[in-house]
């Protein structure tokens, strides 16, 4: 009894996909951590860009485990890319009810985090300034007053149509970095989703081959016996 080709072929091709679905997460984890665009504030809330790098590591070595047993139709292979895929998947599937559990809970993430602005360290007001240029607003949910002393960064040109007679911001910025960070997360959760299915037929191919492969073994071992 001989392995159907056609699903050794596609696990084939279905972990090469996956392999260079690692490398592109890794790639994009690497320059988010090594660009100077991110956030402090809003990273703080999202995954860590570090899980980022994990993951695209751990896809590219399953990637090759996959395509090493599909072409060597070696049974253990397969076995351990099979529960490796259906680990990755649970781990999925909690960080996406977590995620869309916690993305109702943005705002007061926020409330207790950054409040008040006042006491902060440093490192965090300046991050807080650049999202105040970025989206045109000052403070977190009661504008200027959240400050002790208005930053240059509240303060804006005449000339600019969201700048207020009084030269300085009024819009709060806690709503819109709450938006900003729900939309972040919803991308988030529509490439674990993503992934999630892409792992659904690894693992039927994989389990295919496998109990394949198994079949044929087992008439090689009653023929010569």
Not at 146 to 168: A, I, K, L, R, Y
Request: a positive charge; glycine letters at 8%.
């Amino acid at each position: 009894m001989a392995v159907n080709k056609c699903v050794k072929y596609l696990l084939f091709i279905f972990n090469l996909l996956f392999w260079l679905s690692g490398c592109l997460i890794l790639a994009v984890a690497i320059y988010t951590k090594v660009s100077k665009d991110g956030n402090q504030i809003t990273n703080q809330y999202l995954p860590a860009v570090d899980l980022m790098i994990a993951i695209g590591v751990i896809i590219m070595v399953l990637g090759f485990l996959g395509c090493c047993g599909a072409i060597k139709e070696n049974r253990c292979m397969l076995l351990l890319f099979f529960i490796f895929l259906l680990l990755i998947f649970i781990l999925l599937v909690a960080a996406g009810i977590l995620g869309a559990v916690g993305d109702k809970k943005v705002d007061n993430w926020i409330k207790e985090r950054l409040t008040p602005l006042s006491t902060q360290p440093a490192s965090v007001k300046d991050e807080m300034e650049k999202l105040q240029r970025q989206l045109k607003c000052c403070g977190l949910f009661n504008g200027p007053s959240d400050w002790d002393s208005v930053p240059d960064s509240c303060h804006c040109n005449s000339t600019v149509p969201e700048c207020p007679s009084s030269g300085v911001y009024q819009t709060p910025c806690g709503p819109q970095i709450v938006n900003l960070l729900q939309s972040q997360m919803k991308v988030a959760l529509g490439i674990a989703f993503a992934i999630a299915v892409l792992l659904i037929f690894g693992m039927v191919f994989s389990m295919m081959l496998y109990c394949q492969i198994g079949r044929k073994e087992n008439t090689v071992t009653v023929s010569h016996g």
